[in-house]
Every structure is written in C-alpha cells, then in structure tokens.
Nanobody, 117 residues
Framework: QVQLVESGGGLVQPGRSLRLSCAAS????????MGWYRQPPGKQRELVAT???????TYADSVKGRFTISRDDAKATVNLQMNSLRPEDTAVYYC???????????WGQGTQVTVSS
C-alpha cells in the first residue's frame, strides 16, 4: 500500500519560513510527478507546486518567488520550502503523487500550516 507522510507543519509568524517534507513508500518514486496542494479554511483544494520525474517545476502564481519545491529520488522525498509566509498561506497542505500513464494518484493525510501573529 502506497504511503505519503507529510511533516513540518505548524504555527509560524508572518514573514517567517517553514519547510514541509513528504516521505513516500511502496512507490516507484522517480517515475511520479510529485506535488504539494493546499486547502485553506472554507475553500477548495488548490495547487501549490509540482515537480515532474524530469525535474520540471511549476508554481501557483501566489507562491512564485517565495516557495521552492524539491525532490530527492534516492530518498523518495519531496520538500516544500516556504519563505516570506503570509496569513493567506494558512491551509492544510497535502502531498500528492501522480502518474498519468498508470492512472495512479495518491494523497497524504495533510499537515496544517497556520500563519499568524
């Protein structure tokens, strides 16, 4: 059974940084597009950032220049470095693994990030 386990969430003041990590198991990690999504309170889940198996990255406009996604295929982990955090970044952040050719789509359980003074 595929597992994606997020860690690193918490409460942080505006302007500070936080680093989220996602550890994957029982998955051919290097073949998957890995992504971070978030669901703010009362809103729908939205894309934050993705990194393909080839290392191409994409970001939501709202986080460009502040967040950086990175992957380590040897360790089967994907990280999200979040800098200059804002209150509107408050959300539950989810790790996602997707491979279209096999119609595989897996989600972690989510980790809460709260940005507040």
């Amino acid at each position: 059974q595929v597992q994606l386990v997020e860690s690193g969430g918490g409460l942080v003041q505006p302007g500070r940084s936080l680093r989220l990590s996602c550890a994957a198991s029982r998955i051919a990690f290097s073949l998957y597009t890995m992504g971070w999504y978030r669901q703010p309170p009362g809103k729908q889940r939205e894309l934050v950032a993705t990194t393909t198996s080839g290392g191409t990255t994409t970001y939501a406009d709202s986080v460009k220049g502040r967040f950086t996604i990175s992957r380590d295929d040897a360790k089967a982990t994907v990280n999200l470095q979040m800098n200059s955090l804002r209150p509107e970044d408050t959300a539950v952040y989810y790790c996602n693994a997707r491979r279209l050719v096999s119609r595989s789509d897996y989600w972690g359980q989510g980790t809460q990030v709260t940005v507040s003074s």
